[in-house]
């Protein structure tokens, strides 16, 4: 079935380990996206690449890390996960970039930072 | 600086009609977009709009004022099923999405 995957479901994790959420398409979509969610705020930008071997900040990017070595893989690396890092992170992409194009979602990764 | 403004929480009765509403402020616009979301789940695509107007699809339409900044999404024949977050964002000249923290509409039987 077409569309994102993203790993692990849900992870708790201790304070000031290294982690890596997965995210993989099968779209050939041109955009991805790194999203958190939470509580009583909008989803809120952490980073993006507009294609393979680019990446950008976006709003909130201060603690992550992303790499797009190809077209599929979009992996975000929290390199010493603190507890304000505890949210829903969504990975999302879209066909085109830089373009009012429609972004789809992934499942989402549930982290908890103790 | 930019922003978007939904109410938290709706309430409306199954079959019934429920508007919803979102203002908005950003650096540039390139059109908004409406998105369901079920608690759990992730978020679902339901509009985009980028001129003035409605647009309707099925049980669903989604208005747009650029002069005002404004949007609505109108649902109509209500369902359990509709029982959602309903995430309003606006895309800015840099073709980033802002998010609004969502409406949260319950249905009643």
């Known amino acids: 079935i077409a569309g994102i995957t993203q790993a692990p479901t849900s992870q708790i994790l201790a304070a000031g380990r290294r982690m890596t959420l997965r995210c993989t398409q099968d779209m050939r979509h041109n955009a991805m996206y790194w999203y958190r969610q939470d509580l009583g705020l909008g989803l809120r930008l952490i980073h993006y690449?507009?294609?393979?071997?680019?990446?950008g900040k976006g709003e909130v990017p201060d603690g992550y890390s992303v790499s797009r070595a190809n077209t599929d893989d979009f992996p975000l690396t929290l390199a010493s996960a603190v507890p304000s890092q505890t949210s829903v992170y969504f990975c999302?992409?879209?066909?085109?970039?830089?373009?009012?194009?429609?972004?789809?979602f992934g499942p989402g990764t549930r982290l908890t930072v103790l | 600086g930019q922003n978007i403004d939904q109410p938290t929480e709706m309430t409306a009765t199954e079959g019934a009609i429920v508007q919803i509403n979102c203002t908005y402020q950003?650096?540039?616009?390139?059109?908004l977009f409406w998105y369901q979301q079920h608690a759990g789940e992730a978020p679902t695509f339901l509009s985009y709009n980028v001129l003035d107007g409605l647009e309707e699809k099925g049980r669903f339409s989604s208005f747009l004022s650029r002069s005002k900044g404004y949007s609505y999404l109108l649902l109509k024949e209500l369902q359990m099923k509709d029982s959602a977050s309903y995430l309003c964002a606006a895309m800015d000249s840099n073709y980033q999405l802002i998010w609004g923290a969502g409406t949260k509409l319950i249905i009643k039987p």
């Open positions: 690449s507009n294609t393979a071997g680019t990446t």
């Open positions: 999302a992409s879209s066909r085109l970039a830089a373009s009012p194009d429609t972004q789809y």
């Open positions: 950003t650096s540039g616009f390139n059109g």
